[in-house]
């Protein structure tokens, strides 16, 4: 993964004095803190706390700002951004014909870390017009490679709309909920799973050795099911499952397993894993 690539994103910009206000209101970071930071990872959840759509949340010039989302979701986005505005002072629009992500392994100029990882594993990222883009190749399976080898989930792939919780998603780890900054939609459930840490289900690396497992391949504990596989490659992928009764099963000798495959779980060192009885 080098680069200099061109990322599948929809862009959506919002912009006026009451963007960052606007945006602060609904998603699970502190928009107010952009402009020392430049760019945070965020979501949009359902009243219920789950996960609506993920987001690169980006400064602008003066008072706008990019919101970067999986180009299947961008719609829905924008759709749920629009019935929220009401009479605030902004304006929302869907940029993606003339704006694009640049993506890079590297710092290049102008650029800012994947705000997941800070410290630039998952890549650098800028958002360029979309004639600079042009000539770029097409980096999905790159990026995709990269985020599969350190355990990044692709909400819009490995999840549907509001099936998982946001710490179910890894927002705490990934940097992507504020859990300081007061109210948004959603606000309410993430604090209380948080304050009595009752996230045992999320997602996690899995490893084999296997050709690639089949989206929603059963993983089972004995002959127990305690999750599925999503997105993955050969050898490894991102499931989402009881880490819990992994964790319990394992500790008894107890193997997992996925479609007859022997698999085993791949940790990132940042994830946290539920405490067991």
């Not at 993920?54 to 003066?62: E, L, N, P, T």
């Not at 958002?127 to 355990?151: K, M, P, W, Y």
């Amino acid at each position: 993964m080098t680069g200099p690539y061109r990322l599948d994103r929809a862009l959506i910009r919002v912009s006026g004095p009451d963007a960052a206000s606007f945006l602060n209101n609904l998603l699970t970071q502190d928009v107010c803190k952009l402009g020392a930071v430049g760019a945070q990872y965020a979501a949009l959840l359902s009243p219920q706390g789950k996960i609506v759509v993920d987001m690169i949340v980006s400064a602008g010039a003066g008072e706008e700002i990019f919101l970067d989302v999986d180009s299947e979701r961008g719609g829905e986005l924008l759709r749920r951004l629009l019935l929220f505005k009401l009479r605030a002072n902004l304006s929302i629009e869907d940029c993606s014909g003339h704006a694009a992500v640049q993506f890079e392994a590297s710092a290049f100029s102008g650029a800012r870390a994947d705000p997941r990882l800070p410290d630039g594993s998952l890549g650098w990222r800028k958002i360029v017009a979309h004639d600079a883009a042009a000539g770029l190749s097409l980096g999905n399976e790159q990026f995709d490679a990269r985020r599969l080898a350190l355990g990044i989930p692709d909400l819009a792939r490995d999840a549907a709309l509001e099936e998982v919780f946001a710490l179910e998603a890894l927002l705490e780890e990934l940097h992507g909920v504020d859990f300081q900054k007061g109210c948004f939609v959603g606000q309410e459930n993430v604090s209380r799973m948080k304050r009595r840490a009752t996230t045992r289900r999320k997602f996690c690396p899995i490893a084999f050795e296997a050709e690639a497992l089949p989206f929603g391949t059963p993983i089972r504990a004995g002959e127990v099911e305690i999750g599925s596989v999503r997105t993955g490659t050969r050898g490894r992928a991102i499931a989402l499952l009881r880490l819990d009764r992994a964790g319990e099963a394992m500790a008894q000798g107890v193997g997992l397993t996925a479609a007859g495959s022997e698999v085993r779980l791949d940790p990132p060192p940042w994830l946290i894993l539920p405490e067991l009885a």
